[in-house]
């Protein structure tokens, strides 16, 4: 077990996790209260189905939000959905919160959307709150100060039925990101630029607070993003302590605190912070003044590089096992090393997922697309991460410039993030994509993936090419 810190020299997280222990025993996992537990269709049958031959309910259905979103088709939604697997899941679900009563966004719902989206943008995502969801991104929701993060099947039965978790403290972890970004470099650029620092395991066995000049000036949106991809790091949960920027983003939602509620909420919200001589585990510092617009070249998200940077040579790497899975990485890319990444053909780009699917970042990828038509080599699907989002995005005309310059303007869900539904790379294909993970085959099998900011994804959709998006600022 980690270090417990005198009180007054608390962080963030420790003040968080302490106010949920149930239960602690020496030397054992503790037994963690969760606020909130949002479901979806893919990890959650299993679940249920642990449920009925021991007799039991769903402890607090209250606390429990379900929608639709990785199997749910982008096309208009009176489409048949392709995947048979796909289909039986989202109507499993819908028996399964119908029969357990818990409450859920199901395909026309003018809530559905995918859900590290609209639990934010409904205000049930708080600070101070322990969160989980059988997705891996769920550290998502850790940039409103909660302590978030992904847990199993297994345990989406036990928190169903209990409305708690067994979890071993994770250490703590402070990333200072200073500076100030220069135009045209987003909060994708400054995460994607970590990872590739510290690598895929840098953040393993650490739950991380996000803090620094670079961090504060974020949106929610971009803290959103940062924390989104905290597990590509390999941590458990990433989390920025909330501040006005918080407190301005969740004011008047349909799930948040009203009248005098809302000001003993901000009571409490005020003293989340960690304290001025919090001890963290491990400190990292990252200047972000002369960052540019990060993309990756390989398999893992890792192995990023600054737009204007060479892909690695890995004759110049010395560890055997990185060296061996560059080497891997460059061969199913197809890529040479030395060579520039700028220039490179594109065969479709994908602007959409849980990371960057916001209507910020629609907004920024309109704010190239002025007079500019999308390369006719190219297919463009953008894809907002709820139906709110794309309420939105219309009534500002968003879509229109989106169609006009030649995109594909979908219906919100997980779509090409997770390679759902028809929305698939082909083989060999090469995608510039804002979602967070390029494995081999994530996005369609034998696909390539570049991950990008939306500003990256458009530039390179506009020439057809992977290009720097500052040259057409």
Same mark, same amino acid.
């Given at each position: ?30 037994? %963690? ?11 959650? @049958? ?6 009925? @031959? ?6 607090? @259905? ?31 679900? #819908? ?20 859900? $590290?989206?609209? *639990? ?20 998502? $929701? ?15 039965? $036990? ?8 979890? $071993? ?6 990333? /200072? ?39 504060? &000036? ?19 949960? !990433? ?51 002369? %960052? ?29 096992? /990185? ?16 060579? @520039? ?33 999308? *390369? ?19 009534? #500002? ?10 995109? #594909? ?25 804002? &979602? ?7 996005? !369609?099998? !034998? ?27």
């Amino acid at each position: 077990m980690s270090r417990r810190p005198e009180m007054n020299h608390r962080t963030h997280f420790d003040k968080v996790w302490e106010d949920h222990v149930v239960f602690q025993e020496p030397d054992y996992p503790a037994i %963690l209260y969760i606020d909130l537990h949002l479901i979806h269709e893919v990890t959650s @049958p299993q679940a249920f189905d642990g449920l009925r @031959p021991k007799g039991l309910r769903v402890r607090r @259905p209250d606390k429990s939000l379900a929608t639709m979103d990785h199997s749910t088709p982008t096309l208009p939604l009176n489409q048949v959905v392709m995947d048979p697997q796909a289909e039986f899941q989202l109507k499993q679900l #819908e028996l399964n919160c119908q029969e357990f009563g818990i409450p859920l966004f199901q395909l026309g719902s003018e809530n559905r959307g995918i859900v $590290h989206v609209i *639990s934010p943008e409904l205000g049930m995502t708080q600070p101070g709150m322990t969160i989980v969801c059988g997705d891996s991104h769920t550290s998502t $929701h850790g940039a409103f100060g909660a302590l978030a993060f992904g847990i199993g099947t297994s345990e989406v039965e $036990h928190v169903l039925a209990t409305q708690c978790l067994l979890q $071993h403290k994770p250490q703590s972890m402070e990333i /200072r990101i200073e500076g100030k970004l220069d135009p045209g470099v987003t909060a994708k650029d400054i995460i994607l630029a970590l990872i590739a620092r510290i690598g895929i395991n840098g953040g393993v066995g650490y739950a991380v607070e996000y803090t620094g000049e670079a961090i504060r &000036s974020l949106d929610m949106e971009g803290r959103m993003t940062v924390c989104n991809m905290s597990i590509e790091a390999g941590a458990r949960a !990433g989390m920025i302590a909330p501040d006005d920027t918080t407190f301005e983003y969740l004011a008047d939602r349909e799930y948040t605190p009203k009248g005098e509620d809302w000001e003993r909420a901000l009571s409490r919200w005020r003293q989340l912070g960690s304290e001025e001589c919090a001890t963290y585990d491990r400190s990292i510092t990252m200047d972000v003044s002369n %960052l540019e617009p990060m993309i990756t070249f390989g398999t893992n998200p890792g192995m990023g590089i600054m737009i204007s940077e060479a892909i690695p040579n890995p004759d110049h790497v010395k560890d055997p096992e /990185r060296k061996a899975a560059l080497i891997k990485a460059l061969r199913y890319m197809d890529l040479k090393p030395g060579k @520039p990444l700028l220039g490179h053909k594109v065969d479709v780009v994908f602007l959409g997922s849980c990371t960057n699917s916001r209507i910020t970042d629609l907004r920024m990828a309109t704010s190239l697309l002025d007079g500019r038509k999308v *390369s006719e080599k190219v297919r463009v699907l953008v894809v907002p991460g709820s139906e709110e989002i794309k309420k939105m995005a219309e009534a #500002e005309g968003l879509h229109q410039r989106f169609i006009q310059a030649g995109a #594909e303007w979908r219906e919100p869900g997980c779509s090409m993030c997770i390679g759902m539904n028809g929305d698939q790379l082909e083989p060999g294909q090469y995608a510039v994509s804002t &979602s967070n993970r390029n494995f081999e085959g994530r996005q !369609g099998k !034998g696909g390539r993936t570049f991950l990008a900011s939306p500003l990256t994804a458009i530039a390179s959709a506009i020439t057809g090419q992977i290009m720097d998006p500052r040259t057409l600022m």
